[in-house]
């Protein structure tokens, strides 16, 4: 299976390396990346106007966005559904085994 590296900054200076599970009929990892990327940018973009805003609520709307893009699919709800719940129980398993870097602090 292919596997999509991924690197992601947290305001806070964090840093995670994802290696992401592709699915089998990924057309184009580039730009699974450049949307994943395009995705975090808007958000983060949006907090930083409107101020501070709950991670659960980010996860409630980014989960209804999926949502909604699998309606959009010309496919039956009960497939986009399926193939939704499998690509993120996919994503997060691997964020699970995502290398954790902290930055360090204090003087030296």
Request: net charge negative.
């Amino acid at each position: 299976m292919k596997k999509l590296p991924y690197r992601a900054q947290t305001s806070t200076g964090d840093t995670f390396d994802f290696e992401f599970p592709l699915h089998s009929e990924t057309q184009s990892a580039v730009r699974v990346a450049q949307l994943v990327s395009a995705l975090l940018e808007t958000i983060d973009k949006d907090i930083a106007v409107a101020g501070e805003t709950s991670n659960g609520d980010v996860l409630q709307a980014v989960a209804m966005a999926m949502a909604v893009r699998a309606r959009m699919i010309h496919a039956s709800s009960q497939t986009s559904a399926e193939l939704s719940a499998q690509l993120l129980e996919v994503a997060l398993e691997a964020t699970a085994e995502a290398e954790h870097r902290t930055p360090t602090s204090g003087r030296a």
